[in-house]
């Protein structure tokens, strides 16, 4: 009786029924007696003529359900009616009947309230049907240039600082055309290996490798000119960037840090050529964090005047994990034990010959290759092994220790401590560098992740183009604040580089603190922007072209290698416990005791009763507000952490063991402490803008920044009653309305970073 | 003067100080304020005859520090001497001071004192430096193997059901020598997928992939039996799984699933056989998650009696990421906008010939290799254009929807919306095996971390053998939440499955929705579980042949396809908004809109001012706290969800908009429905368990599992006034606690997977 139901098109009194009995049927979700129940209401309310009440019955009998094709013809007549209707009466299936019905009569009283009722009764799922019920074929809209509001230019200068003059002449290597990503896409390790070195040597030619060396031996004189060369080839290849930190920064950084002129002048012109490539060799594989326990021996040989480097039986004394090793390598900066009579110095670096100029492995030395590892597959690593080899005495690199011909050790440094630290010494400029090449990592996937969110474009409101993914609220959240934290870790890290360049010496073991925490951080934070980034571009994500599948693999080990991130913390951990002594100094050194066991909060930052319940948009942008916050949540953590750590020694209990169990807390420690310190240098960096623009445009990142972070700790800041659960709520609706308001300026602001359009892919460009 | 000062050595009155002076001198890190000092105080207090106070002074004079080679031999004189004494006297400084000066003489009061003052005032620093002195090269202990002391049977025979028989068909086959994953380790895209499909065909060949088929047509009738297949494929190798997937569960099963005897007759056998390897064509490159709008047309033409299949203008429209389609694939299955003259009927499927036997592409097909991608290099992903080709009638997978020869659409299921769903119903299928899949990478995730954490040591206590990695409390902290995490997902997934597997019908769209929601927390779960274990083995862990390169890459994807976890659980989300209203059915249709309005909260589970409080073990460790901690916030959140949509739409605001503005906090809904799921799933396998060790231990991992949880929420909880922040702070020490209960399991845990051997690295060996 298909043609009877039809006849609803031609009957004036249905009209405006017609988009509600569609949306019934079209969701597939009523209940046979939900729709008997509107059926019913209907019937009863809307007064119609008996044989429209019929005709009704029979559109909503769940026995006899109309067709499909019934159906499609039905909206297909809704749809060609509603055609010249104004949006306003789309908004809700009430107001598209009314309308419809319109052009034949005024709906009266009763039809307008049985409408609304059913409306309501269907809720959701009416409002979203009736959205389907017109939506054709969304119309494509092309992306549209998106305007910067604030002075773009003076934003970009102001990431290039300092020594852009070196980051252009890395932009024009990259921008050369044998600098080819697509060339190490789908290749084995050896051709890979072969085509980074071949890289290697082109980045060397152009003087970069040799940056920081002293101009006398071929250098640059420009520690800050090598870190800024490191940061922004990051952009490009990560192995060849891993290459180039293997052979310039530890291995030539140890012969210049660790050596004196002698060695200087006999292996750094080589060494920044490339003509001789070497090989950084400190970790074992049975002892990766713990290199003051390595294994691997160089005893004084008095009868031939210099020393046996050895590594003893078993396999965690090899060297592992060593860049250079499996290929090129051959010279080895090689960290041992040294060994003068029955003296035992500790750990020392020695000059190790590997390969002859031809490659060939020398005689005592055992070469075992790393094969494919999840990443920087351009880097040739390997594990070291030495069978009594011999070496002369002038092969310890000999500037914080010598033996002299005769067998007598001497060090300028009495400490054996610090003499070990300071030959550690060479580990920060790396994890100073490492910490940029992670951000520059996830400053690449941000860029990327970004513009496609504004290209991409999926559902949407009817009639109307798809939003763009970025208009989705949970997108934003996906984005903007770690483009924020991406932010405020450039102003901190720039922090770093200043103050690891300008090291004067004083303040030493504050920079290997900070260098330490801020490599945490920054690297945890590029694996997860990483990963957030290619979850957020889809499928597209997945394929290599779009640069996630070498980002994330490459940038993985970040977290690990100069210093793995959960062994740093702690060092900065034992360093703020070092600071807190210090900073109690002037009541006496036994008053130390005191202030360890009496939980000397009282000196801190106060909880202020009113402040933990202010949720006004003014207070929560105050950034005297998220400074104190960040501030208190520290020096709370610090010094309960040495108060437990001492009430366990005033037990007896040994204090590894102690720090052992209060292992998680020092980790937070550390991280409140670092945080604090990114936190302040955002701020500071922003207090030297000019244009006010520009700082209207970092004030929000720096908002957002503070508040995400505030945010995600929100379960410690109410624990702590620093936070009421009012105005916790406040902050995450903040963070909502500051990812709004940032929302035009995202795109300008990963274009900022200025990576070059060959390092991102297809999708951003 | 160096001799002078090493008649230290022989003054018994110094014995009790020369452990201090090594370490005031050996950490390096005392001011000369501090070093000046202790000498004074020492001094003062400890009544020595005078040249032993000067000689004191010399050690401790900061402008002529003693040197290297005197504090070497002044340690190696305290090693030495030390050598014999007992543990207890090693603890501290000053305990070791007075046991060295013992063997000549009881140490006097005021000595006992100056030395007690000293070590306090080293602090931290003092008893770490301590233990350095006394610590030469640690013993190397093997290790010894973990005795389960729980039914380690059961625990396997029940992570082994169901189809415990399939189980050991998949590991017979993984067991073969050519199923060797070094042959794919460092391998061009082009030979990766060669080997995977030589795989492909003896999984096939042993009546594998056919298991879900029926047997009339070669299958195995066992949907089960090859969800079971898949989840155990999973640890093998996961282009291969994927490869499998695409073939019988994708392309397979779309035919089983969508089209009528006649396919099933004409394709499952050489489907199942892998004689017709094919695709499933459904993703477009601008139409990912959306696919009611994908722009693949398939018209009607009367004359020829059969289908155009056409891809519009643009790339948006290419079908995209089609596993089997850049190499393998001959046939596909297209979902296609349906137009029958002037009608639309929306996406239906089509079968279309792409390649003849040989592999030449056919006319009218364009094919893009997606080439290479992060992960699955050995399944050929690709791009399929079609252009104008002709397809006879029966190409369409008419099981819900057909076209007679005259040209009339006819579908038994009239609602358009139910229609889409119910084509789309074969994605379930594949949700629910990606979820399976996603697991069991996290479980070889976790056997290899686990068991490598019980192997390696690094660092420990002086004269000890070194700490497992766990040991320590953070790599526990990192590890068995996780663990407890995947126990609390295996048993809910076996619940889906179960569920998925008797779909009756009636169900479908709960099942639908629950298969939504725990994909998504599965994958993510994986991704994250994948991910720590990697940092938690450090530089062994990113070397390829540890797997993390592969789990890593390979399931990446799995947080995207078979669905977007972020769609997904909005999918989730919007069923919860649908039962919700059904739960108020029986207030009649039209009370519902006051339920949406009135936020009907009063008759939730009510938060109880004195449970908030609770801090006891016994309270912590009760699941009716942890059950209805979980169901009060799922409650909580959906009420509220519903009530905020239902406000802005009352408001006049169209609901995808009113969607869009509360996306975050319909995520958050989603995510507490399945957490609730998840915990009773574990709860109620727990309770089938007859053996006590077993359920104890098993207790234990569920009380982790769901106190982490409510640590890791705990900000929500506090906002909400949940908890208090003293139960908050109770729940991390037990969770604490917890892993440190867990510890001596957790190996047999991971063991308990049963993950064979060869699927492990060898630092897990």
């Not at 390790?189 to 003087?207: M, P, T």
């Not at 109307?464 to 989705?472: F, S, T, V």
Request: charged share 25%; glycine share 8%; with cysteine.
């Amino acid at each position: 009786m298909t043609s009877d139901r039809l006849a609803i098109l031609d009957d004036p009194h249905l009209f405006s029924f017609m988009p509600m009995l569609y949306v019934a049927w079209s969701d597939g979700e009523l209940s046979d007696v939900e729709m008997t129940a509107i059926c019913q209401h209907v019937s009863r309310t809307a007064e119609l003529p008996e044989p429209c009440t019929h005709l009704l019955g029979r559109w909503l009998d769940p026995a006899d359900p109309p067709s499909a094709r019934e159906l499609e013809t039905l909206v297909k007549t809704i749809r060609t009616r509603a055609a010249d209707l104004p949006n306003r009466d789309k908004l809700s299936l009430t107001g598209l009947g009314l309308a419809l019905a319109q052009s034949d009569h005024d709906a009266s009283e009763t039809e307008r309230t049985a409408l609304y009722e059913v409306e309501k009764a269907l809720g959701v799922i009416g409002t979203e049907a009736a959205r389907h019920m017109l939506a054709s074929r969304r119309p494509a809209v092309p992306h549209e240039p998106i305007e910067p509001t604030f002075d773009f230019e003076a934003l970009r200068a102001l990431l290039d600082q300092p020594n852009a003059d070196v980051r252009e002449r890395i932009y024009a290597i990259i921008e050369r055309p044998d600098f080819d990503l697509d060339r190490v896409r789908d290749v084995t390790v050896d051709d890979y290996r072969e085509q980074v070195f071949q890289w290697l040597k082109v980045v060397a030619d152009e003087g970069i490798g040799a940056l920081s060396f002293s101009s006398q031996h071929g250098g640059g004189d420009s520690q800050g000119g090598f870190v800024t060369a490191f940061e922004t080839l990051a952009s490009f290849n990560l192995s060849l960037l891993v290459k180039f930190g293997v052979q310039f920064g530890l291995f030539g950084g140890s012969i210049q840090q660790l050596g004196t002129e002698r060695h200087h002048a006999e292996y750094l012109p080589d060494v920044g050529s490339l003509e001789l490539p070497g090989c950084f060799a400190m970790t074992e594989t049975g002892h990766g964090s713990n290199v003051a326990d390595l294994e691997t021996t160089a005893t004084w040989d008095g009868e031939r005047g210099g020393f046996i480097v050895d590594t003893p039986p078993g396999r965690a004394g090899w060297k592992n994990y060593i860049g250079n090793a499996a290929r090129d390598g051959q010279l080895a900066t090689v960290f041992a034990q040294l060994e003068v009579g029955d003296e035992e110095h500790g750990v020392h670096a020695f000059l190790v010959p590997i390969r002859d100029k031809e490659g060939n492995v020398l005689p005592g030395i055992s070469v075992e290759d790393d094969g494919k590892k999840m990443g920087l597959n351009g880097v040739d690593n390997g594990k070291l092994r030495f069978d009594n080899v011999f070496i002369p005495r002038t092969s310890l690199l000999d500037r914080f220790a010598s033996v002299s011909p005769d067998g007598v050790y001497s060090s300028p440094i009495p400490s054996r401590n610090r003499r070990f630290f300071t030959m550690l010494g060479t580990l920060v400029g790396g994890r100073v560098s490492v910490a940029l090449a992670g951000l520059t990592s996830a400053k690449v996937a941000l860029t990327i992740a970004v513009r496609y969110a504004e290209r991409r474009r999926q559902f949407g409101p009817p009639d109307a183009p798809e939003y763009a993914l970025l208009d989705y609220l949970t997108h934003r959240r996906r984005l903007l604040p770690r483009l924020a934290k991406t932010y405020a870790l450039h102003f901190a890290l720039r922090h770093l580089a200043e103050r690891y360049i300008d090291d004067s010496g004083d303040d030493r073991r504050d920079v290997e603190a900070l260098a330490a925490g801020l490599k945490a951080l920054a690297t945890w934070h590029a694996t997860d922007t990483i990963q957030e980034c290619r979850e957020a571009c889809g499928g597209q994500g997945y394929l290599a072209v779009n640069r996630f599948a070498d980002l994330k693999a490459d940038s993985d080990i970040f977290t690990t290698f100069e210093g793995d991130n959960v062994v740093l913390l702690q060092l900065t951990a034992k360093s703020l416990l070092t600071d807190y002594r210090n900073h109690f100094h002037d009541v006496g050194v036994f008053g130390i005791a005191r202030f360890f066991a009496g939980r000397a909060l009282t000196s801190m930052a106060e909880r202020n009763p009113i402040a933990t319940r202010l949720t006004g948009e003014k207070h929560l942008r105050d950034r005297d507000f998220h400074l104190a916050a960040f501030t208190w949540r520290e020096q709370h953590l610090v010094g309960t952490l040495a108060s437990r750590i001492k009430s366990r020694i005033d037990q007896g209990i040994d204090s590894s063991v102690a720090i052992l169990e209060v292992q998680d807390h020092m980790l937070l420690a550390a991280r409140a402490h670092i945080q604090r310190i990114i936190l302040e240098q955002f701020l500071a960096a922003i207090e030297r803008v000019e244009d006010d623009t520009l700082r209207g445009v970092l004030d929000l990142l720096c908002d957002l920044h503070a508040l995400d972070e505030l945010e995600n700790d929100r379960g410690w800041f109410l624990d702590h009653g620093y936070l009421e659960p009012s105005k916790s709520k406040a902050i995450r609706d903040q963070v909502n309305e500051l990812c709004d308001e940032l929302r035009p300026h995202a795109e300008p602001l990963v274009n900022a970073f200025g990576i070059p359009k060959k390092c991102l892919g297809p999708i951003a460009w």
